[in-house]
């Protein structure tokens, strides 16, 4: 699968949370489906874990500018939730 082709697509037909703040509230409140956590996020709770609430963690291996990139915006993105994939298979990814 093309990790930035289904993120860009999750982006455009699903619902997504981007940033630290609204993806820990996301994950706490179980809505979630899929965290996605850049090597250099701040946060050492999200870093370190597999699963945050219900939602699996997957450890993108990149810097937040790269996820940024990846994810086709103009700036980085340390952490995102997946709400709703959308037409993406991006909850396919192996945590």
Do not use: F, W
């Not at 630290?20 to 489906?33: D, G, I, P, S, V």
């Not at 997957?58 to 810097?63: F, K, L, S």
């Not at 952490?79 to 909850?91: E, V």
């Amino acid at each position: 699968m093309d990790l930035a082709h289904a993120l860009k697509v999750a982006l455009e037909t699903g619902k997504v949370r981007v940033g630290l703040t609204e993806t820990l509230a996301a994950a706490k409140a179980n809505k979630a489906r899929l965290v996605i956590v850049s090597r250099t996020c701040p946060d050492p709770k999200l870093t370190g874990e597999r699963q945050i609430g219900k939602a699996p963690v997957y450890h993108y291996d990149g810097t937040a500018v790269d996820l940024g990139q990846a994810c086709g915006r103009p700036y980085p993105i340390s952490a995102m939730a997946i709400l709703d994939p959308g037409s993406s298979a991006i909850l396919s990814l192996e945590t």
